[in-house]
């Protein structure tokens, strides 16, 4: 793993290490085996950033499970852009369902609270929200989240499923901006 890295314009250094996300998804998947325990949840990606989350994630999980994948995006660069466009929708019937929302990273909270609000309308029996990394400083939004990974500054990261300018999402490692 290199401690320094530059993606197109911009320079990264290491910030949460490969090992110290495993344990972290451990600790998510215990608790969510622990919660749901005798439930079929529905587990919704949010694709693209959270496929590595989310290829782990389920490894370690036991309760019985379907698994499907929405593609939503709202930033561009190192911005949100307040706009969410929804390039794959929820294919699935949600009504009456136990759904686990697996994201990447919840920022101003704008896409899931968008993805709440649909499953509410599908009238999904409850539903859980499963972050990898959470940024409480820039949250707008108000809703609860479950499961979080780790909570972080304001600062723009990427690496394990998290891109800049959709470079960089295969690094085990997330790595932070050098400003
Ligand atoms: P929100 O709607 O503002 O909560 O934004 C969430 C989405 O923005 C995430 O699903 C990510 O795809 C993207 N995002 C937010 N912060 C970062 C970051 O630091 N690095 C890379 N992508 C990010
Ligand atoms: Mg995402």
Do not use: H
């Not at 709440?116 to 499963?130: F, G, I, P, T, W």
């Not at 990898?132 to 600062?155: C, W």
């Amino acid at each position: 793993m290199k401690e320094k890295i530059k993606v197109k314009d911009k320079e990264f250094s290491v910030f949460i290490k490969a090992a110290e996300i495993d344990k972290s998804v451990s600790r998510i998947a215990d608790a969510i085996n622990e919660d749901l325990k005798g439930k079929v949840p529905l587990f919704l990606v949010v694709l693209n950033g959270a496929f590595m989350f989310a290829a782990d994630l389920m490894k370690k999980i036991k309760v019985e499970n379907n698994i499907s994948f929405v593609k939503l995006s709202s930033y561009s660069g190192t911005r949100s852009t307040q706009v969410i466009n929804e390039l794959i929708g929820i294919n699935e019937v949600v009504k009456g369902r136990t759904v686990v929302i697996v994201e990447d990273i919840i920022d101003s909270g704008l896409t899931i609270r968008r993805m709440l609000d649909n499953l509410n309308q599908q009238e999904a029996a409850d539903v859980k929200v499963a972050t990898l990394v959470y940024k409480p400083n820039a949250f707008k939004s108000d809703y609860k989240i479950d499961y979080t990974g780790f909570e972080i500054p304001n600062d723009f990261i990427l690496g394990y499923g998290l891109d800049y300018d959709g470079f960089g999402r295969n690094l085990p490692d997330i790595y932070k901006i050098v400003e």
